[in-house]
């Protein structure tokens, strides 16, 4: 160990010595990794490629950089990727590196010596190598491309590249082009190695007007090319749509693809054309500057500056470029000055249309314009007084009322024109009530007419109190002149029109309760008469009935009386407004008043009490009521808000509808009634309320099942065999916490009744005896009764009725131990009587051998002894022929019907206290007694003749009859035998008709037997009613390995109608047989049981 220590020391010497001759921050690592792995991919080992044995933890390494994208184990030296991804396009520094040996990732690893007692610091790289992870693509997904037109086969054009992420073999490797439906795909690549161009073989059917080859640039990328294979004519087709793909080297390949789209451009290759040779127009003379005159229009088949067309002037004189414009863009030739026709007649020049191509291409067309002569001088109109009409300055004043037709002013019109440029036409212009006529019929000078200003119509004050005659002069010139000239007509008034208001109706707000005399409203009406004519009266119809009053000057209504909203809330009525002219006229309008609202009244409950009924059990928040509450007030003062006024807080109201909501789910049985306050408060100010009483009644759901009260599931009753039909057995009572029909409850009998005995009153629960009782009936019957309601749906409750058919109830605690076997047996299982009856026939028959077989034993016994004692004997002793006072061996006949009687012989004889107690043993060969707790008798072959005899209510008890003061020498007298008051006597379960003469073949006198006999017959609870068994402590002192004294128990020989009195408590002995602890009868001294409740 010493050794090994020793060695470890100098090895970590040598270690420290060589990282101390090493210069810092060295740089020894070069690892190599793919982009795009998973995590915890393995990088390198730094301990190894170190040389340093790691793994015992004395030596550690640290990750001091590079932790973004790497982790180290501390112990091993083992360098491995973390969780973040590595992307080689997304690393800063290997941006625009295509060499992949320059992509890398920086580290530095610490390496720790024990207790940090050195320190060495390493540098490494991390080589990123490209996977193909990009798919190279074009920089847009169409690409136009322009190709002018007739350009020669051959001709190159250079088209986008293609970017692809990666590089080197994963980089773009060849470009693809598919040219139009119709033309098969031409495709051309780049070789890598030889940088030559190179083309896919075959081209489509009829062959493709373009093909794609790819060069290789010196810096080592690939150019697609374009080559024109075929004749382009733009005015044919102007473009083409082709398909590039481009692929790269990966594997497998990526690859992605871009529109095309080749536009064929134009070339000066067509001259322009004028639609016409000869353009020739008509110009008017005194033509504005810039009026157009007319187009001239040509045509190019080619496009963009080889179409676009100028038109100059071409052979024109002086005076043509001096009088007309020619826009060379559109070729409009329009007056640059105005032209006398007077000075030229017409212009006739050449125009010149030329493109803007290279070189130029024109054409010319000759242009010819005819000067025509203008009507420039325009009518001239004057307009003169004439009648009584007085007319001065423009202006004449006319009455209303006069008639249609009435001449009120004079118009002449002249044209200083010759011909048809003189002839002039005078017309009133606009919609006025005016018109010229002719002032005479007579001929005159064309140029010069008269005509007389009428009214058309009749003159209204009140709808144009003044007109403004236009009257126009057009001579018939081409174009024509016209002047005109204006007269103002001045409307006088005449009391022609009625007041009138402004509005038909006029409605007007106002409050109730208010004061006498206020101002309700001021009316107003206008009247289009002026003067007097529009000065107006006003007045109120008689309908009023002084209510309310107007102002005759002002219209101010105000109310005489207080108003009540509740009792009128709308007047109506009229105001009347009468001018003051000569003939007065007057007009009218409707008031119509309509009161308003204030917040006299409180609100009213259309009941004072409501009363609601609702189910239970419905579900919260359930509607269950609706109050009803106005207001004779209007708007706010009748927006009433409503409360509940309860201290549970169980009822809610919605303020809308009135509706009652209850917070919970009612229960009938609990509470039958809730009583509340409503509350109801208005909007007004102040607000006023009011409250009414609710009555909830809660109405009865079928939510309880009926519930027995009488009798309970543990209970019995006992019914004698003896009963009559229709003898009541038991009455079911149940109870309902619903009413009506709900609580209305059916009895019925559902199981436990397999033999139709009983029957139960649906109504009344009572259940009786139908049937007469037979011996198999005897034991234990349950009933299973159901009690169902007549709620929708029902709901039921089931009982336990109990019935113990026996002739009387000697030992109620096994009738309580079949009952408590019951309660925890199915219902579907039937519990009626002795399950073993039939059995017992068959065990009967058998037990009347054994009995006739042990009489005739006893007679040959008896003979026996006879014949003995036949001999003569003293004066003491045995005399032949006498008779014994009784003949214990002669069985009596047994009467169940009726009790014994006892012997009055007995009465008088005194007896020994324990001569009536016969104790049945066995002794054993050499003398000695059976012990009553550890063997059985049943080994004794002197007893093996005695049998328990199992058979009905009337089997002979032959215990009873057995009785000798001198018994034969296998039958010894026990005067030790407690008395019946010095002895603990309890009921044990045993089978009445069960007698022991001895002691039965299988039957155990230990204490297993007596205190098990319960557990032995658990399933047996149908058998026939139990009889009583005697439970006795015995001394025992004669033997001397029994200490204490022994429990022990016999047969009483008792039915269940017997006492100790009326017959010998003799009995055969079963051996010692423990006392229960708990749950037995004690018997009195006389041997009566008492009573327990049950």
Known sequence: MRTTGAVDYLYYCMLILQFVHQPAAKQVFRYRLAEEGQPDVRVGNVAADLGIVAGSGEVTFTLESGSDFFKIDNITGELATNERRIDREKLQQCQMIFDENECFIDFEVSVIGPAQSWVDLFEGKVIISDINDNTPSFPSPVLTLSVEENRPIGTLYLLPTATDRDFGRNGIERYELIQDAGESSRRAS???????????????????????????????????????????????????????????????????????????????????RFEKSVYEADLLENSSPGAPILQLKAADADVGVNGQIEYVFGAATESVRRLLRLDESTGWLSVLHRIDREEVSQLRFTVMARDRGQPPKMDKATV????????????????????????????????????VDTPIAL???????????????????????????????????????????????????????????????????????????????????????????????????????????????????????????????????????????????????????????????RYEFKVIARDKGVNTLQGSATVVVLVADKNDNEPKFMQDVFTFYVKENLEPNSPVGMVTVIDADKGQNAEMSLYVEEEEEIFSIENDT????????????????????????????????????????VMDDNDNAPGVTFPINSSYTLLPPSSNIRTVVRTVIATDSDTGINADLNYSIVGGNPFRLFEIDGGTGVISLVAKLEQKHYGLHRLVVRVNDSGQPSQSSTALVHVYVNETLSNSTVVEAQVARSLS??????????????????????????????????????????????????????EAGKKDHEDFFTPQPH????????????????????????????????????????????????????????????????????????????????????TAGKKHQAVQDLPPANTFVGTGDNISLGSDHCSDYSSQTINKYNKQPFRRVTFSVVSQPQDPHQQGSLQSCYDSGLDESETPSSKSSSGPRLGALPLPEDSYERTTPDGSVGEKEH
């Open 825 to 878: 047996t199915s219902l579907n299982t039937n519990i009626a009587g002795d399950p073993n009856y039939d059995l017992s026939k068959q065990r009967l028959s058998i037990v009347i051998g054994v009995v006739s077989g042990i009489v005739t034993v006893i007679l040959i016994i008896l003979v026996v002894v006879t014949a003995r004692y036949c001999r003569p004997k003293n004066k003491n002793g045995y």
């Open 411 to 569: 118009v002449q019109v002249s044209d200083r024109d010759q011909g048809e440029n003189g002839i002039v036409t005078c017309t009133v212009v606009g919609d006025v009530p005016f018109q010229l006529k002719p002032a005479s019929e007579m001929e005159g000078e064309q140029n010069k007419k008269k005509y007389f200003l009428h009214t058309s119509a009749l003159l209204d004050y009140e709808a144009v109190q003044e007109y403004n005659v236009v009257i126009v002069a057009v001579d018939s010139g081409s174009p024509s002149l016209a002047s005109n000239n204006s007269l103002v007509v001045k409307v006088a008034d005449t009391n022609d029109n009625a007041p009138v208001f402004g509005l038909n109706v006029v409605e007007v707000s106002f409050s109730e309760n208010n004061a006498p005399g206020e101002r309700v409203t001021t009316v107003s009406a206008s009247d289009a008469d002026s003067g007097k004519n529009a000065e107006i009266s006003y007045s109120l119809d008689p309908s009023v009935n002084g209510i309310f009053s107007v102002d005759a000057d002002s219209g101010d209504i105000r109310v005489n009386a207080i108003l009540d909203r509740e009792q009128s809330e």
């Open 658 to 697: 009135g509706t009652i909501f209850s917070t919970l789910s009612f229960d009938r049985e609990q509470k039958t009634t809730y009583t509340f306050r409503v509350k109801a408060v208005d909007g007004g100010d102040p607000p006023r309320s009011a409250t009414a009483t609710v009555s909830l009644f």
């Open 895 to 978: 009467d169940k019907s009726k009790k014994p009687k006892k012997d009055k012989r007995k009465q008088k004889s005194k007896q020994p206290l324990y001569s009536s107690i016969v104790t049945v043993e066995a002794s054993k060969p050499n003398g000695q007694r059976y012990d009553g707790v550890n063997e059985k008798l049943s080994d004794s072959p002197g007893m093996g003749r005695y049998r328990s005899v199992n058979g009905g209510p009337g089997s002979p008890d032959l215990a009873r009859h057995y009785k000798s003061s001198s018994p034969l020498p296998t039958v010894q007298l026990h005067p030790q035998s407690p």
């Open 190 to 272: 780049g070789d890598p190695y030889s940088g030559k161009r190179r083309f896919d073989e075959g081209a489509g059917r009829g062959g493709g007007v373009f093909e794609l080859q790819v060069a290789d640039t010196t810096d080592g990328e690939k150019q697609p090319q374009l080559i024109i294979k075929g004749a382009l004519d733009r005015e044919q087709r102007d473009s083409y749509e082709l398909t590039l793909r481009v692929r790269d080297g990966g594997d497998p390949p990526r690859s992605s693809q871009a529109i095309l789209r080749v536009m064929i451009t134009d070339v000066n290759d067509n001259s322009p």
């Open 368 to 403: 010819v314009l005819n000067i025509k002569d203008e009507n420039d001088n325009v009518p001239a109109i004057e307009i003169r007084k004439i009648g009584r009409i007085f007319l001065k300055d423009g202006v004449a004043n006319v009455a209303e009322d006069v008639v």
